[in-house]
């Protein structure tokens, strides 16, 4: 790539040529941007100058409509800010109520609430890998990721009643049990997940002109990664070995990413549009192990229960927690401040696409316009998850 | 150049696979759902519509009160049945005039009949209602009435779950009359003391058929 500067004709027929940095507006409302993220790009020619994500044209005030709800109707907006990733965003709440109780979740419980964590996981993740090359210009392989996260979603529909915000976590447990036979679906699906994933990878993978625009491309490297919090699958693929799952376990995690369970964080040091997506593949992979160990404990485990009978109104003592997920695209973080009320005083909201996002203006610098649709992409970012 | 003939070389191969891929996908059935011919197979649990059982609802206002964005409301008004002939005493019932469910509001997290202590609120898995006007939907008490019929039976838990409270509380051995020195056991006669607890026990053993799970 070269440097050298050029100049573009702006006018032309006047009489005389000037030349002029351009202030380009991607969005808020344009097709290449999911959401409504807007990018003020300042561009010489081809070259991006200078790009600045402006934030805040989905802002619902999540965080202050959290001050006026009980608990359980603050996972009704909770699963909501990353739309993407429900399950994974309810678990992180509930678990900061239950650590503030100091109540004890039913294992079975937890080792449902794993399993539907790591379902949202290849649901989220089999999304980005369909809508990431439609950005590129390839569409077809939405349509085979679609088709298994349609499968996927019919037993998270199955168990919670919703194929989106599922609705199923509640302080102290699950809203029920598992219906009769859906361990086997689930298995049944993941298999068949398993089975046709190729199909989808060889599509992605194996794609030449996919690799050409993406190989090399967007380079992120570590220093930039941790001076700006970037987290989930974008840190990784720069290199950056860290999954909360594994260093701070949470639900059953413990056991999974333990000696003989299934789960290893999936990293690459490319740091670039190709390197994150191939992590986002191998999760895929990673996860339905995971889930699949999680449908085997579950069948294994005694009978029991799968909630825990709670008081009328739900008060959570006086206190301060926080309590830090992995979410399919990064660490979501929870701040809850209790003055013993049965509404949270303060209920802060660390949503990992925010950081992801932030990292954008220095990440497009010096880049070429045509690269920028597929840097956008590569950063996974649910624009309900940046401006809450 | 170098480049080119390997280019060219995997491109026969390249063009094996894709036609072999095509070929493969041409023998088995579609994966689409002729969605408005074929009706889709929702499970029991799907939430598609609030269905209403008017005659259980007893206008506690449970539900208008714990829904996140209010969007149930509610009317009614209290009645006074006159004394039975034997000598009792008028009673007052709330009657329901007015029930809707604003779902163009609603946001289908289910707290509403999650938390109805008389069960008069279900989930159906009926999703067909779009209008063209937001206006229409709302859903009033006969609307919602109309999903009734198309509630669902809960589905079978798996074998990991413990036995619902109404088999836990059928299936416990009858409780013996306590010998105890002192005043005579309340109750008396055993069939008395498996039916109901009595007042003075403390409220976290109540037999578990009378926890309200069970009317």
Redesign the interface.
Known sequence: MTQAPRELTVGVGAGGLATADMVLNIGPQHPATHGVLRLRITLDGERVLKAEPIVGYMHRGAEKLFEV?DY??I???AN?HDWLSAFSNEIGLVLAVERMLGMDVPE?ATWTRTLMAELNRVLNHLMFLGSYPLELGAITPIFYAF?ER?DLQ?VM??????RM?Y?FNRVGGL?????????GRVEATIAQVRRRLP?LESLIVGNEILHARTRGVGVLDVGVVTSYGVSGPIARASGLDIDLRRDQPYLAYDEVFGADGPGRVVTRTGGDCQARLEVLLEQVHVSLDIAEYCVQR??S??????NVKLPKVLKVPEGADYVATENPLGMNGYYLVSRGEKTPWRLKLRSASFNNVAVLGELLEGTLLADMVAILGSMFFVVGDIDK | MAGSKKRGRSLVPGLMKGMA?TARTMTRPA?TQQYPDVKPD??P???GVIALLAENCTSCMLCAR?C?DWCIYIDSHKETIPAGPEGGRDRQQNVLDRFAIDFSLC?????CI?VCPFDALF?SPEFEYAELDIRDLLHEKDRLGEWMPTVPPP????????EATEVAAANKPARTPRTRTGPAAAGGPDAAATAASPPARPPERPPAADDGTAP
């Open positions: 709800r359980r109707q996972l009704v907006l909501r079975r088709r349609e019919a529909e199955e168990i919670s009643g919703g915000h609705m809203r029920d049990d598992l219906p009769s036979g859906w361990l199909d579950l069948g485990l005694e009978r029991g229960p799968v | 891929t994966h929702l499970p649990r799907s939430r714990e996140p946001m289908y997290c289910g707290i999650e989930w589905p079978a838990l798996t074998a990991g779950a413990p």
